[in-house]
């Protein structure tokens, strides 16, 4: 029996949860990309009859494998990232692509608050400070700052971005944001300036898609607008923050502190930005609960299913117009 001429042939070129890839192997014909110096013979001989391809937002897909993939109708993505996702060229070709927005809403949201009561309030350090004895040794742990009633400033404001907003309500917190354009029936006031919202705020939380369109847009001016009593808070992309000149405001003071979840070198993170008290750090982790995480599968999978079924995506991603 033919495998491939029974089941369509998925390709996965991420890395997915291990339920999501026993769902796949059980349904389609399923295949995994090699590493690279074995990735040319594999898409010679198995490329022509892949339909889909799975992925994930961190590793995606890139030009040369997706032209070597002629049948390919549908990318199905785990994650809202789609700067590793080749979206001009899979719009050329007419592949669509989908991703698993909505459900990853709260618990990103749920960590940009997190690191900002860490960041802000010094929990880590405190954390840290006692595990050392320098509280029993009767050291006296520097004051933190007062996260009720300051004034947020969020750059980016999708689904996240507003759900963001709704938390700081419950901090009494007095919200402004940066968008493009203001969003329909936001309660909230936009600042068509970056600088300006940042000269505004006590902190800064950055939650803007990435790509080319959003590289450094956090960069040594923004953050000197921010000051030395503002904090900074990226969930969005490590590329969207100048990684350099974000440590060099935090070494010089020019800012209070940051709390990250995503770097630029990815899982790769600076040793300055490590040794820095001031700054707490996460494993890209934002939306690694154990509900949310099931959820992205689901959807990846509702993607996948659906577009072969009746062409249609679940969530499609907003593709670039072809030409």
Known sequence: MNQAADRPTVLNTGRLPPALVQRLKDRYDYLELPAVDQRSAFLAEHGARVRGVVTSAAVGIDEPTLAALPALKVISSFGVGLDKLPLPAAAARGVAVGYTPDVLNDCVADMGFGLLLDVMRRITYADLFLRRGHWAAGQVLPLSRKVSGAKLGIVGFGRIGQTIAKRATGFDMEV?????????DAPWTHDPSLLELA???DALMVIVSGGAETRHLINAEVLDALGPQGFLVNVSRGSVVDEAALIQALKKGRIAGAGLDVFE???HVPAELMNLEQVVLQP???SATQETRTAMANRVW????AFLATGQLISAAPLPQAG
């Open 265 to 267: 070198d990815e899982p």
């Open 302 to 305: 509702d993607n996948l299913e």
């Open 284 to 286: 890209h982790v934002a």
């Open 199 to 201: 000269r505004w705020c």
């Open 176 to 184: 402004r944001y940066h968008s493009r354009r203001p969003v329909a």
